[in-house]
């Protein structure tokens, strides 16, 4: 078989450990302007980071739709193949789309390298990351998912078959046995998800009727630096993509008032939706919270549209209408980068001053400026939390809450 980087085969999945080289390809269509693919490839660039990828070259090519055969047209594919020829430490090729199992093979066998899309990419750092048995069975669901599409263009020696008279035969009989395989094991994935998404309510459950507050946002925003930071625990933090897959929960206590304070999966542009339906029990947490704390990165050029995509996915969850706190989050890091040293004081005060009503005013809802990472306006942040968390327990526990 020429793909010998199939996403059924687990201990090839990907990229390789250590570093690799690699080369990004995108595409400007119709649904996509060449600014959008500069953001996504930049996107893609520290998805390979994370998976341990470097990146050596970028290319970006205008076709009206992708090619149904090589993604990108013959020209542009001579281009990335003489670069590769001259780089022999080039060993895989990423494409900013979802390729098909055919173009996957003719792709690989002209090139003669690795071949790896975007979901493939997300999907390898997935399995790296995820630690509980949920968590791996979600990766493992979303890798079958993914796989069943593409069988077909997979099986390389059933290249000559095109059916009809004369073409029938064993191979299709065999073909129509690993769909059924993957299949099976689809249904028997979801199954044993839906078996651990009952021993998580019954866990949820058993946590009794505190209040739950859930942090969300688009990945590495800092949202897992932030929770230690609230809860003064120690929850792991690292400054690449998808840090945290599996939810972490805490009890908090603000001045004897407790609440149950949640960290999750962070968002991402061009999640694939196989991904998203994998993981949606996982994001129980976020739907059944009374409170959600939006943080975003605000020293990112593109924090407003990550905004809109986190907030598309709490619609997708049905989350959108909670109490919401918007945290923009590396407040010092966004100093850093957009004042020099001959700016006043004032002078900075007041530009933030204008950026917190614009932002309020544009979203809606409540922001506050911190850094998680100075600690700058912590204390401000836990002020306004105990008091969204006081006016839950007022409207679910009245009597109760007046102790507080």
């Not at 999966?265 to 999640?271: D, T, Y």
Request: proline letters at 3%; aromatic letters at 8%; a neutral charge.
């Amino acid at each position: 078989m020429a793909n010998e980087w199939t996403i059924g085969q687990k201990d090839r999945l990907g990229v390789k450990q250590g570093t690799e080289h690699a080369v990004l390809v995108g595409l400007v269509h119709q649904m996509q302007t060449e600014e959008e693919v500069r953001e996504y490839l930049d996107e893609l660039e520290f998805l390979a980071m994370t998976a341990g990828a470097e990146t050596q070259k970028r290319y970006i090519q205008k076709l009206p739709h992708p090619d149904p055969r090589t993604f990108v047209g013959k020209g542009k594919l001579e281009e990335i193949k003489d670069y590769i020829d001259e780089h022999e430490q080039i060993s895989m090729v990423i494409f900013d789309d979802d390729l098909t199992g055919k173009q996957v093979n003719i792709l690989e066998e002209f090139l003669k390298v690795k071949i790896i899309d975007r979901s493939t990419l997300i999907l390898d750092i997935f399995a790296n990351r995820a630690q509980t048995a949920q968590a791996k069975t979600q990766v493992e669901l979303a890798q079958m998912q993914y796989l069943l599409p593409r069988l077909r263009g997979l099986w390389t020696h059933l290249e000559r078959q095109r059916g009809g008279i004369g073409m029938r035969g064993p191979g299709e009989k065999e073909i129509e046995t690993d769909r059924r395989i993957v299949r099976d094991k689809i249904s028997l994935l979801k199954k044993k998800l839906e078996k651990i998404d009952q021993q998580n309510q019954t866990q949820r459950k058993q946590r009794g009727e505190l209040i739950r507050v859930a942090l969300v946002g688009y990945t590495n925003v800092g949202k897992s630096t932030l929770m230690n930071r609230l809860s003064k625990s120690d929850v792991f933090a690292e400054n690449k993509l998808f840090a945290t897959l599996d939810t972490t929960v805490r009890k908090v206590v603000f001045e004897r008032m407790p609440f149950l304070l949640s960290d999750t999966v962070g968002f991402i542009r061009k999640l694939p939706h196989h991904l998203i339906e994998s993981f949606k029990s996982t994001l129980d947490e976020v739907r059944e919270s009374d409170i959600l704390l939006h943080v975003v990165d605000i020293a990112h050029p593109q924090h407003e549209d990550h905004i809109r995509t986190v907030n598309q996915t709490l619609k997708e969850l049905g989350a959108l209408d909670k109490p919401t706190l918007l945290i923009f989050n590396k407040i010092d890091l966004y100093r850093e980068r957009e004042y020099d040293n001959y700016v006043p004081d004032e002078v900075k005060a007041e530009i933030e001053e204008g950026l917190q009503k614009n932002l309020s005013n544009t979203f809606e809802q409540e922001v506050l400026f911190v850094s998680a990472h100075t600690k700058e306006n912590i204390g401000e942040l836990r002020k306004r939390l105990k008091k969204m968390v006081y006016d839950q327990y007022m409207v679910r526990y009245p009597y109760q809450a007046k102790r507080w």
